[in-house]
């Protein structure tokens, strides 16, 4: 009772501590921070007051995260940061739809056993032990990540799956280190084992053709695996132990008699009866969708998975040919759905309003190039590159701001540095695109972060916390690689 009582006032604290930084961060950002024509706009400031209130709110979770998403959102136009009409816009946003239906296609998956059927195979073949199952989880990811060029699509294909492992497990969202741990751990081998192929997302096409057109030098498929891939793999490794540490799962080893009784329900499951049969093809159908989307349709694969997404989810809930019978079998969807548009809000606002933007080009041309060498810049740049996902929602918009200002500094840098442009171009911006998809320290930051936040099993902290430690990580991973690997590959200085 009293530790009870303890935990209570603790939790209070934290609460007060966090209302308290939000005030202050807001007050202080909106009263002292300059504006001007040509830097940052009266707008741009309001939005990262916003921005900066709301990261305070969401790590303290004093009120429920949604609570706060409202919040900001009314913030945003009362400070005219962005406008009614915008902000309200963001729930019409893709991403938003697209975590519905992910929690339609894991409600049908539950309805009709089929996500269960896939999970015990994976349990009772590779899940023996908590630490197996969580690696059979990543080692999934990765390969899917050359097969399907989409990380939504890969998270809405992963999540219903998770979930039903987590179940088995018998890991209760929220208090499951097991379930926590399970649910990161896909969102981080999504986003990173995407940074490793080139094709796995536009955003890395995108970066590529941004080096092409600047130097006129073609980054070929080879060469962003072999350059990229091993760090992905070894972050990856270590992240996995890292997680092992922070969230020791509740139940090491699954018992031989739990394991027998689920082989035996893995039997007793029998075969697909008429429900399964029929969520089974609008499953496979979303991978081949996503397969698909890569080369010549690169640029559509968003477009396309949405729409398969909505489609088959559609289906899901149709009379007659659709597996859940009423909207209440759809769990969980309003309480994230909403925290989604609140940050996603926020985030467009910065990225809007040049906020996002002012503060990277700040932080670049405060850059003294006197007496520098390659690799003090690159290791400025590395780190800009791999946190700035911080202050965006987007993995697009990021590139389209990163890869000029980088491709730019870096020809300002070559005669000082008395470089080859071409070269030093590819050097500094060929791993400054590597960094695009490690979006992995907050929910809003991309479409996966929200679709895994969306199951409950971790909370803003979670997340931050094992994030920051793995994206710390990956800076010394990239540096290592900028005086070795890079060069060995014949993509450094």
């Not at 501590?17 to 202050?24: D, Q």
């Not at 479409?447 to 994206?471: A, T």
């Amino acid at each position: 009772m009293q530790k009870d009582k303890t935990k209570g006032k603790e939790g209070n604290l934290t609460k007060i501590i966090g209302v308290t930084a939000a005030i202050v961060l807001f007050a202080l950002v909106y009263a002292l921070v300059p504006v001007s024509e040509s830097g940052l706009k009266p707008e741009g400031k309001a939005a990262l007051a916003v921005f900066l209130g709301a990261f305070a709110l969401w790590i303290s979770e004093p009120f429920p995260t949604y609570v706060v998403a409202f919040v900001t959102m009314i913030a945003l136009i009362l400070t005219n940061a962005w406008d009614q009409k915008s902000v309200l816009g963001v729930f019409g946003y893709d991403v938003i739809w697209l975590m519905v239906c992910a929690f339609i296609l894991n409600s049908a998956m539950q309805v009709t056993k089929l996500g269960k059927r896939i999970a015990l195979a994976i349990v009772t073949r590779f899940g023996q032990t908590a630490k197996s199952a969580i690696l059979a989880m990543i080692v999934v990811n990765f390969a899917i990540s050359f097969l399907i060029p989409s990380t939504a699509a890969r998270a809405a294909l992963m999540l219903p799956i998770a979930i039903t492992l987590a179940n088995i497990y018998n890991a209760i969202p929220g208090e499951s280190n097991f379930g926590k741990l399970l649910m990161l751990v896909n969102m981080q081998s999504n986003e990173i084992s995407t940074s490793g192929i080139l094709t796995a997302t536009s955003a890395n096409v995108m970066a590529v053709n941004f080096i092409k057109e600047a130097t006129g030098a073609q980054i070929y498929y080879s060469t962003w695996l072999i350059a990229a891939m091993p760090i992905a793999i070894v972050t990856t490794i270590i992240g996995y132990f890292v997680g092992l540490k922070l969230f020791p799962p509740e139940i090491e080893k699954v018992s031989s008699e739990a394991l027998f009784n689920m082989e035996k329900e893995m039997k007793d499951l029998g075969p697909m009866d008429a429900n399964e049969k029929k969520l089974l093809p609008y499953f496979l159908s979303l991978c081949f969708c996503g397969a698909l989307t890569g080369g010549i349709w690169q640029c559509s694969i968003d477009r396309l998975i949405h729409s398969s997404c909505n489609d088959r989810c559609t289906l899901c809930l149709l009379p007659g040919i659709g597996v859940i019978k009423k909207w209440g079998d759809v769990k969980n969807t309003v309480g994230p759905m909403l925290f989604s548009c609140g940050a996603y809000a926020v985030g467009m606002a910065l990225d809007k309003t040049g906020a996002a933007s002012f503060i990277i080009n700040s932080i670049l041309s405060r850059i003294n190039l006197v007496n520098v060498t390659f690799f003090k810049i690159y290791a400025v740049v590395m780190f800009i590159a791999l946190f700035s996902h911080i202050i965006f929602t987007s993995k697009i918009v990021r590139i389209t701001i990163l890869a000029p200002t980088v491709i730019a500094f870096a020809k300002e840098l070559a005669p000082v540095l008395n470089a080859d442009p071409t070269k030093l171009v590819i050097a500094l911006t060929l791993p400054v695109t590597f960094t695009i998809c490690w979006c992995i320290t907050l929910p809003p930051q991309s479409k996966p972060n929200l679709i895994y936040y969306s199951s409950g099993f971790y909370k803003v902290r979670d997340q931050l916390l094992h994030g920051l430690i793995i994206g710390g990580i990956g800076y010394l991973m990239f540096l290592v690689a900028g005086l070795t690997w890079f060069k060995i590959v014949g993509i450094g200085i």
